[in-house]
C-alpha cells in the first residue's frame, strides 16, 4: 500500500529524497526494536502517554495558519537534515513498531516541522518511511507467528486501493485536503484511546 503511494508521489516529484531514504532505514531497524517491545510490554503505558501529547501536538499543528504551505527545507544545513533524519526515523519506526496507530500522520507533521517540507512532500516522504517500516514489523510479527494472513491479505487490497486514492487527492488539493483529513485522524485516535484506557480502568475495578 505504502509503495503504490511511494511511486506517485515519485513520478510527480514530490519527495524529498535526501531525508527520506535515511529516514526509512533507520524506522526500518527502529520498528524491529518497537515490534519486539510491543511483544514483552503492554501497549496501555504508551496509551496514557499518547492521550497527553495528541491534543498538544494538534494544538502546534493548527496553531501555525500556514504550516506546510511552503517547501523550505534548502534552509536547513546538511548535519542538520542527516541529524534529523537519524533520529526521527529510528525513533518513528520504534512507535511504528510498538503501537502503529497515527504513525502516517506524526511522519508527515515531523517532516513539516523539523524538515521543512510542505505538506505534500512531506506526505511523499512519510510513505517512504512507512515502506521500511513496515517490512520491519511485518518480518518481526510474522517470524512470532504473530500475524492473521487470511485477514491481512485482505486489508492489504483495500489498504493499496485506498493508498491510490489519498496520493491522488493529496496530490491534487495539497494542504488544503490533507490538513482536515489530519484534523479527524487525531481526534479519531484520541478517541480510541481514552475509549480503550476506559475499559482497561473499568476491567481492574
Known sequence: GATA?????SKNKKIYWQTAL???????AGSYFGSKLNIMIPEKYLQYIM??????????????KNIGDENNVEML???????????FGFL??????????????FMIFG????????????SGNSRVM??????????????????YWPVVLWVTAGYIGGSCLGSGLALKK????????????????????????????????
Open 51 to 64: 492521550i497527553v501529547i495528541l491534543p498538544v501536538a494538534a494544538i502546534v499543528i493548527f496553531a501555525k
Open 92 to 105: 518513528m519506526g520504534v512507535y511504528e513498531g510498538f503501537y502503529g496507530a497515527g504513525a502516517g500522520t
Open 174 to 205: 495539497g494542504a488544503r485536503f490533507i490538513k482536515p483529513v489530519f484534523a479527524v485522524v487525531l481526534l479519531l485516535l484520541f478517541l480510541r484511546l481514552v475509549t480503550q484506557c476506559l475499559r482497561q480502568g473499568l476491567k481492574h475495578l
Open 5 to 9: 503511494s511511494v511511486i506517485r508521489y
Open 111 to 122: 517532516f513539516v516541522l523539523l524538515n521543512k517540507l510542505d505538506l505534500v512532500t512531506a
Open 22 to 28: 535515511v529516514a526509512g532505514v533507520l524506522s526500518l
Open 77 to 87: 544545513s546538511m548535519t542538520a537534515k542527516m541529524v534529523f533524519a537519524v533520529v
Open 130 to 147: 512507512a515502506v521500511f517500516s513496515s517490512i520491519g514489523t511485518t518480518v518481526t510479527f510474522a517470524l512470532e507467528g504473530l500475524v
